[in-house]
Each structure stands twice: as C-alpha cells, then as structure tokens.
C-alpha cells in the first residue's frame, strides 16, 4: 500500500482475512490498510465505508491503529471538502494519541487540522498547527507526516498570497517524500501535483519534471483522483 502498489496489497489482506480469526484486532488491522489503499486511489465512499467498519469492531476504542485510521478517515473527509467530518476524527485522532502520550503520532492529525484550517480560512491557527506538526514530524522522523505538514504550509503561504514561499514548502515537500525515504508514495504524488500546478504559474522549470513524475505515478498506480487534478488545467488549490 505504502508503495502504491494496491491490486498486491488487496491480495495480500484477502489472504490475511482467509488466514484469520475473525478476531475484532484483525478487522480493524484489515480495515485500516485498506481503505487507505482505496483512498489513495480515489474511492473515498467506499475508504469511508471501510473504515466505519473498522471503528465499530473497535467500539472500546483500545486498539494502536486507531489514531491513524482516524486520520485517514479525516483525510477522506478533507479530499471530499466534508470539513465538519474531517475535524472531527482528527480532533478524535489526536486526543486519543494525547491520552496515550504518543508524541510522534500527533504530527499526522495536526498536519491534516492544519489543511482544513487552511481551506476554512482560518489562516492563523492553520499556521500554528502545521508548524507544530512539521516539527513534532521531524522529530518522529515519518516523511509522511513530515510531507503533509510541508504541503500545509505550502497551501497556507498561496493562500495567503505569498507564491514564491509557497513553491518552497511545496518543493520541501516533494523533497522530503522522495520513495527513497520509504514513505507514502501517495503523499509524494500529492506534493508534486500541486508543486507542479503552482511551479507552471510561477513559470518555475521545474513544474515539467513534477508534472510528468506526478503523471506517470499516478496513472502507474491507479491513484484516479490525482491523475484528474493533473490532467486539468494547472492551478493552485486547497
């Protein structure tokens, strides 16, 4: 999943149920990668479905996935501009790994908190809460938490008018998900889509290069929604 290679990465979990219990650990285990790999490749109704199914198996709310299901259940809701249900499982998300002082697990809800502050126009807090979770990222040292706090804070600078401090952090965070790191192929192609989008309007050289990696790894792997971003024309967006 994390290398987008999602028609391996069904196999593999429709073996694992095969394989398991039925045991109320492994559904939610099951739920989680899964719907991630249907979100990345665009299907965010049935992510969602998915992951619900997950929450419910896990009604004590014990479980370590939880937290990250959480958010990525936020960022189904995000990439569907649905802001209310987005806060709310990252706000649930960060609670939960506040509660079990998971310091490094944070960065991924406030990354994404920053996002929806940023597409809400709420442009101070969006501030705060990426800058918080680009350094609590670091310090876990996940590029892709490290990825979605730098793209924040890309979208944040365009939003607020300043496009050459926003191609920075756009281009950081195309650094910082190269595979190499062996992070979240997605979040890489998330960078380069709208580091592309913004570097073209910049009139940026780099904007071909971006375009055509981000191009052809999302046609490669399937990720549908990115590929239509990148087949429109280029602009920056939230």
Do not use: K
């Amino acid at each position: 999943m994390l290398r987008g290679i999602y028609p391996r990465a069904d196999r593999r979990l429709a073996e694992a149920e095969a394989l398991g219990s039925g045991e109320a650990g492994e559904v939610v285990e099951v739920a989680a990668i899964r719907g991630v790999s249907l979100l990345d490749r665009g299907d965010i109704d049935a992510a969602i479905a998915v992951f619900r199914h997950g929450f419910n198996a896990d009604p004590g709310q014990e479980h370590g996935f939880l937290p990250i299901m959480l958010t990525h259940a936020g960022r189904a809701s995000l990439l569907a501009r649905d802001f209310s249900a987005a806060r709310g499982h990252l706000d649930q998300a960060l609670q939960i790994a506040q509660t079990r002082s998971w310091a490094g697990v944070t960065a991924a809800p406030l990354a994404l908190l920053g996002h929806v502050a940023v597409a809400t126009g709420d442009l101070v807090t969006a501030r705060d809460l990426l800058e918080e979770a680009l350094a609590r990222a670091c310090q876990a040292a996940d590029p892709c938490w490290e990825t979605w706090a730098a793209h924040g804070l890309g979208l944040h600078a365009a939003t607020a008018g300043d496009l050459s401090a926003a191609l920075q952090y756009l281009a950081d965070a195309v650094t910082r998900s190269r595979p190499a790191r062996g992070g979240h192929l997605w979040s890489h192609v998330w960078a380069l889509t709208d580091a592309a989008r913004l570097g073209r309007r910049l009139d940026d050289p780099r904007h071909v290069a971006w375009q055509d990696e981000a191009l052809a790894t999302a046609q490669r792997c399937g990720m549908r929604a990115l590929t239509s971003r990148l087949l429109q024309v280029p602009a920056i967006t939230n």
